[in-house]
């Protein structure tokens, strides 16, 4: 009996340390780590990685909420554009200027002999002697009539007479009145082709109507030509230029004559020109659906050439919301988010909702609020611990 005794103690102390032993190895609750919150991204205070990470408060911007965007085409100002035609037909003697050279008004453009110029002289040189001529026969008329009307008073002649050389002073007058209108027409004429009165065998200079450049030639030196109608050279004021756009007819509600619009081109990426309309088609392309509208741009500094491509904007309204830089914006599988600041070292990544970029800029429309702190450089480094 005594010996049961003692086995049973035996087994009872056994147990006891055991358990004590068991209680001094497991973990306590209180010991172990708290979870992270969903989203948060940590980074100790010392690590270099924080220093890759910079960051921004959000801002607010006026954002576009109805506006035109369609491609455009500079043109040349068609009410600075000049295309010369010859004054008469001749041979062209001379060509004064090279394709791209810059002219201005009045300057010789080329030289022309041409038989009509020799006719132009003539004409007037007969006009000349048909005004001395009827000069020669007002001066005869009057004589005729004093001496009618002297005679008539002393009773010598018939008032008949008298009539008779009335009659034909009035037609003396009115035969130097046509002649002096037919010289003033003939030398019209010689000033026009830059003719001076009086000598045979002049040249005809045609001269520059515009300032501008010399866009298109068609002439050479020895050639004849007899169409007047043809146009020879093109000069074109490259001062202001058009830039042409097919806007839908869906948006040209929003467009009205001597709005701003902004234009950008493919020659000068990242730059805006500011022009002002000046033009709206009155019809609809039928098969585009489009309405042709033209801006005025100055183009003082000779940046601007025709057939240049690029595209207009035209806003037509506003609205304040925040906006963050686009590289701040980390687009997933339907989603963008963005790492908000919620103390030094921690981040959190947060959904959010965003409009229509706007240059290097995105609309923030909902998950944000102005003045939060959020990455604005380093978003995909958080995006990938």
């Given at each position: 009996m005594k010996k049961v005794w003692w086995l049973l103690l035996g087994m009872s102390v056994l147990t006891g340390c055991a358990a004590r032993d068991q209680?001094?190895?497991?973990?306590?609750?209180?010991?172990?780590?708290?979870?992270?919150?969903?989203?948060?991204?940590?980074?100790?205070?010392?690590?270099?990685?924080?220093?890759?990470?910079?960051v921004e408060p959000v801002?607010?911007?006026?954002?576009?909420?109805?506006?035109?965007?369609?491609?455009?085409?500079?043109?040349?100002?068609?009410?600075?554009?000049?295309?010369?035609?010859?004054?008469?037909?001749?041979?062209?003697?001379?060509?004064?200027?090279?394709?791209?050279?810059?002219?201005?008004?009045?300057?010789?453009?080329?030289?022309?002999?041409?038989?009509?110029?020799?006719?132009?002289?003539?004409?007037?040189?007969?006009?000349?002697?048909?005004?001395?001529?009827?000069?020669?026969?007002?001066?005869?008329?009057?004589a005729d009539f004093d001496r009618a009307s002297d005679l008539y008073e002393h009773n010598a002649i018939a008032k008949k007479e008298v009539l008779s050389a009335d009659n034909s002073l009035a037609q003396s007058k009115a035969a130097l009145e046509q002649a002096n209108a037919s010289?003033?027409?003939?030398?019209?004429?010689?000033?026009?082709?830059?003719?001076?009165?009086?000598?045979?065998?002049?040249?005809?200079?045609?001269?520059?109507?515009?300032?501008?450049?010399?866009?298109?030639?068609?002439?050479?030196?020895?050639?004849?030509?007899?169409?007047?109608?043809?146009?020879?050279?093109?000069i074109a004021d490259l001062s202001t230029v058009w830039v042409a756009s097919d806007v839908p007819e869906s948006y040209i509600r929003f467009i009205q004559v001597g709005e701003r619009v902004d234009t950008t081109l493919l020659a000068y990426p990242g730059e805006t020109f500011f022009g002002r309309v000046t033009r709206i088609a009155d019809t609809v392309d039928p098969q585009t659906r489009t309405v042709k509208v033209r801006a005025e741009l100055d183009n003082s500094r000779g940046r601007f050439r025709p057939e240049m491509y690029g595209s207009i904007h035209h806003i037509e309204s506003?609205?304040?919301?925040?906006?963050?830089?686009?590289?701040?914006?980390?687009?997933?599988?339907?989603?963008?988010?963005?790492?908000?600041?919620?103390?030094?070292?921690?981040?959190q990544q947060t959904t959010v909702s965003v409009g229509k970029r706007s240059g290097d800029i995105v609309p923030i429309l909902s998950g944000l609020k102005s003045g939060e702190r959020v990455v604005v450089d380093g978003a995909m480094l958080l995006k990938g611990l």
């Amino acid at each position: 009996m005594k010996k049961v005794w003692w086995l049973l103690l035996g087994m009872s102390v056994l147990t006891g340390c055991a358990a004590r032993d068991q209680d001094r190895g497991a973990p306590t609750t209180s010991a172990a780590e708290a979870p992270t919150p969903s989203g948060l991204v940590v980074i100790p205070p010392d690590s270099p990685k924080l220093e890759q990470v910079r960051v921004e408060p959000v801002r607010v911007a006026e954002i576009p909420t109805d506006e035109v965007i369609s491609p455009g085409k500079i043109e040349t100002n068609p009410n600075r554009l000049s295309r010369v035609v010859l004054p008469v037909s001749g041979r062209i003697v001379s060509v004064k200027v090279k394709l791209g050279d810059a002219v201005t008004s009045g300057q010789p453009l080329l030289e022309i002999e041409s038989p009509d110029a020799d006719g132009a002289m003539s004409t007037y040189l007969q006009s000349e002697a048909s005004v001395t001529q009827a000069k020669a026969s007002l001066v005869k008329a009057q004589a005729d009539f004093d001496r009618a009307s002297d005679l008539y008073e002393h009773n010598a002649i018939a008032k008949k007479e008298v009539l008779s050389a009335d009659n034909s002073l009035a037609q003396s007058k009115a035969a130097l009145e046509q002649a002096n209108a037919s010289r003033e027409q003939a030398l019209r004429r010689l000033e026009i082709l830059g003719l001076k009165p009086g000598s045979f065998g002049q040249k005809v200079v045609v001269r520059a109507p515009i300032a501008g450049k010399v866009l298109e030639m068609s002439v050479a030196p020895g050639e004849y030509r007899n169409d007047t109608n043809a146009p020879l050279i093109t000069i074109a004021d490259l001062s202001t230029v058009w830039v042409a756009s097919d806007v839908p007819e869906s948006y040209i509600r929003f467009i009205q004559v001597g709005e701003r619009v902004d234009t950008t081109l493919l020659a000068y990426p990242g730059e805006t020109f500011f022009g002002r309309v000046t033009r709206i088609a009155d019809t609809v392309d039928p098969q585009t659906r489009t309405v042709k509208v033209r801006a005025e741009l100055d183009n003082s500094r000779g940046r601007f050439r025709p057939e240049m491509y690029g595209s207009i904007h035209h806003i037509e309204s506003t609205r304040n919301l925040p906006v963050l830089p686009v590289g701040a914006v980390i687009q997933g599988d339907g989603d963008s988010v963005v790492f908000v600041e919620k103390g030094r070292g921690r981040f959190q990544q947060t959904t959010v909702s965003v409009g229509k970029r706007s240059g290097d800029i995105v609309p923030i429309l909902s998950g944000l609020k102005s003045g939060e702190r959020v990455v604005v450089d380093g978003a995909m480094l958080l995006k990938g611990l």
